[in-house]
């Protein structure tokens, strides 16, 4: 029997144990494979206590010197890229693949994009005429800050709150998902080696209302980074506001692909399906309802399903594997859940139904074949909910006017794809979608340049906004009477 991995956190530079631990699932085989702290209210103390003591010292270490320091992890990281794909499909369910080709590459960048950006970044001035005045902005670090993130894309977005964060001066206590902590503590040891002073990034694992909570309600913590679901965020927008703390909120998604007659039937067609379905659809940012204008809905389903039902499901270590395991047995059961809801609506199971053939190793994990719909009313809970799974819907549509009422009409405004030739109706169509980002006639191109952020429930601040520095730094205006 293989021995279980036992993670610990990672306090003031060290690797500290717990008192109490939880069980951390494979997603391929349903089997417990590493044990996870159970920290509370006492380990996140001592985590805020270092991060604390650590803050004055950091953020006056010249900016050259921290972005060298991060230049240095993304390197140590390369050099052991395989080990942490494979560390994150195991602890994910993502094909190894992907994890290779897509989450390492991305916290690798995220590093060495905000390493770099900060080097460059230029103070506002404007100077007043009539009065002879000269007002510039300066920026400061915040102090600790406090991350929480989700188990989707575990190093993807860990890294994308700790790199901006410690690139402006802050020093932080993260808290990642309970159900992918092997990964991140994994990441320490890069830490560690890379020699981050102690204190700088303290990483806390535990269970989200006892060990999260403990982090984002923390008066010596002024500024929390949230990416998660929209019900959490509600709870930890309730605990924030009455500190007046800083906090960004990157939440959950019902993301409309729109597609008009014009487009390029063969790109938008892939696309589609890789945005639908890819890690097993649990990305904020995969598409759950495509509209199909009249003319095209036909020959787009008919395709759209052939080629859906050849995508592979299974094991995440091989190489032909499009879709892996979903995180956990819950979530599995909650995703087909909205499959049978679709079948009591009278809605068409066009495919995802049929028997899955899994080798014995992997028999208890947690699988289920992408799944297309059609035939579904706008007001189903299948067009409204997020489902976070490899479900998708697919409706036709006639008039521009009509599709961007019936995309618009969700809680969320996370993202949008949209296809068509016509450069008018793109920019025209893009400008009335209420959404964060559009992507017109492509998917999850991401510029760490640009902010990134949701609108309406899916969320508040846009992190990713560096230039400005806004969102990780406390930014000042002086005024000088000349
Ligand atoms: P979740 O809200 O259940 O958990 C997210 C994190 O919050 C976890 O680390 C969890 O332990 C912690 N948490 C839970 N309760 C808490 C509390 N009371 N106080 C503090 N922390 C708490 O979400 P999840 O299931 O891990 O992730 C899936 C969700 O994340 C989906 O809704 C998805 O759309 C969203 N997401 C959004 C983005 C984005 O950028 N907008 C990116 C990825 C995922």
């Not at 499909?89 to 989450?103: A, E, H, I, M």
């Amino acid at each position: 029997m293989e021995s279980k991995v036992v993670v610990s956190n990672f306090i003031n530079g060290e690797f500290v144990s717990t008192d109490n631990y939880i069980d951390s699932f494979d997603p391929s085989t349903g089997e417990v494979w590493a044990k996870i702290p159970d920290s509370g209210e006492k380990e996140v103390n001592e985590a805020v206590n270092a991060a604390k003591a650590a803050f004055p010292k950091w953020a006056n270490t010249p900016v050259l010197e921290r972005s060298k320091l991060m230049l240095k992890i993304a390197d140590l990281i390369e050099a052991r890229q395989s080990e942490f794909a494979e560390l994150e499909s195991r602890d994910q369910g993502k094909p190894v693949w992907l994890s290779k080709s897509v989450d390492i590459p991305r916290l690798m960048h995220n590093f060495r994009s905000f390493a770099t950006a900060v080097l460059h970044h230029v103070n506002r001035s404007s100077v007043m005429e009539p009065v002879n005045a000269v007002n510039y902005t300066v920026n400061d670090p915040v102090g600790v800050a406090g991350l929480v993130s989700p188990w989707n894309l575990p190093l993807y977005l860990l890294s994308f709150k700790v790199a901006p964060a410690i690139a402006c001066g802050n020093t932080v206590v993260a808290k990642p998902s309970e159900m992918t902590s092997v990964t991140a503590w994994k990441l320490c040891e890069i830490f560690k080696e890379a020699g981050v002073p102690p204190g700088v990034i303290n990483i806390v694992f535990g269970v989200g209302p006892r060990a999260g909570e403990a982090l984002v309600k923390h008066p010596d913590v002024p500024l929390v980074s949230f990416t998660g679901g929209t019900v959490t965020a509600k709870r930890i927008r309730e605990v924030c506001a009455p500190h007046c703390k800083k906090f960004s909120l990157e939440l959950g998604g019902k993301n409309p692909a729109v597609i008009f007659d014009d487009a390029d039937f063969e790109k938008c067609l892939s696309t589609t399906i890789r945005s639908s379905f890819v890690n097993q659809g649990e990305i904020c940012l995969c598409t759950s309802r495509i509209y199909v204008q009249r003319a095209m809905y036909p020959k787009f389903v008919e395709k759209f399903v052939s080629e859906t039902k050849k995508l592979t499901v299974g094991n995440p270590k091989n190489e032909k594997t499009f879709m892996g395991a979903l995180i956990s047995k819950e979530h599995l059961a909650k995703v087909k859940g909205y499959v049978d809801i679709a079948e009591k609506e009278g809605a068409t199971i066009a495919c995802g139904k049929e028997e899955l053939n899994l080798e014995d190793s992997i028999k208890n994990g947690y699988y289920m074949r992408p799944t297309v719909i059609t035939d579904v009313k706008d007001d189903s809970r299948l067009m409204k909910e997020e489902i976070f799974g490899p479900v998708t819907c697919i409706v036709p549509f006639d008039t521009e006017e009509e599709v961007i009422r019936r995309a618009n009409d969700v809680e969320y405004g996370l993202a949008a794809t949209l296809w068509t030739q016509d450069a008018s109706r793109l920019h025209r169509v893009s400008r009335c979608l209420q959404v964060g980002t559009v992507w017109a006639n492509c998917w999850l191109v991401r510029d760490l340049n640009m902010p990134f952020g949701g609108m309406k429930n899916s969320g508040m601040g846009s992190e990713g906004n560096f230039d400005s520095m806004e969102f990780f730094t406390n930014q000042k205006t002086i005024c000088v009477k000349l």
